[in-house]
T-cell receptor, first 112, second 115 residues
Framework: QKEVEQNSGPLSVPEGAIASLNCTYS??????FFWYRQYSGKSPELIMS????GDKEDGRFTAQLNKASQYVSLLIRDSQPSDSATYLC????????????FGQGTILTVHP | GAVVSQHPSRVICKSGTSVKIECRSL??????MFWYRQFPKQSLMLMAT?????????EQGVEKDKFLINHASLTLSTLTVTSAHPEDSSFYIC???????????FGQGTRLTVV
């Protein structure tokens, strides 16, 4: 079982729709959760971090964390073509304290 | 956010030569830096963790004698790929953080091509 799993997609949504990205993790002791966006040929850029159960909103982005279910998600509202990228879920803490373990990424395409 | 600068952004080298990649934190002290490798269409795989002033900790399967990591100051870590071969061609990315529970900030990445 992979430590961090994402639905690999590709996920295609129309412009203006909500894109939903999901991630599960295996280490129950994980403490920090991150969503990164990576454009082709570029390094990842941090979109959201979340540490507590519940929702965290930042602009068009909402991260949701459920530690009991070992599940973290990212919602992108009013999706734009510029949101088309690979989204990486990363987890830190627990047995890999301080290190990030990445999921394989979900490719998102927002079509006009 | 904090700025991490990685240099060079792109390098082509001949098989058998060594290449050094620098990672600098420009506006914060990076007690820990991480080095990742990303092959095409794959996710980032952690190669090693370096703490300032200490020897790097390598992930399983990563040859420490081939990938030399130095973290001599709180703002600079270097990765040297020794005796590079075509299979070492990859996107190498560093990240840095000041504190284990804070966000990691990534450098721009280095595209290494070994010919």
């Amino acid at each position: 079982q992979k430590e961090v799993e994402q639905n690999s997609g590709p996920l295609s949504v129309p412009e203006g729709a909500i894109a939903s990205l999901n991630c599960t993790y295996s280490d129950r002791g994980s403490q920090s959760f991150f969503w990164y966006r990576q454009y082709s040929g570029k390094s990842p850029e941090l979109i959201m971090s979340i540490y507590s159960n519940g929702d965290k909103e930042d602009g068009r982005f909402t991260a949701q964390l459920n530690k009991a279910s070992q599940y973290v998600s990212l919602l992108i509202r009013d999706s734009q073509p510029s949101d088309s990228a690979t989204y990486l879920c990363a987890v830190a803490g627990g047995t890999s304290y301080g290190k990030l373990t990445f999921g394989q990424g979900t490719i998102l395409t927002v079509h006009p | 956010g904090a700025v991490v600068s990685q240099h060079p952004s792109r390098v082509i080298c001949k098989s058998g030569t060594s290449v050094k990649i620098e990672c600098r934190s420009l506006d914060f002290q990076a007690t820990t830096m991480f080095w990742y490798r990303q092959f095409p269409k794959q996710s980032l795989m952690l190669m090693a963790t370096s703490n300032e002033g200490s020897k790097a900790t390598y992930e399983q399967g990563v040859e420490k004698d081939k990938f030399l990591i130095n973290h001599a100051s709180l703002t600079l870590s270097t990765l040297t790929v020794t005796s590079a071969h075509p299979e070492d061609s990859s996107f190498y990315i560093c990240s840095a953080r000041s504190d284990p529970n804070t966000e990691a900030f990534f450098g721009q990445g280095t595209r290494l091509t070994v010919v």
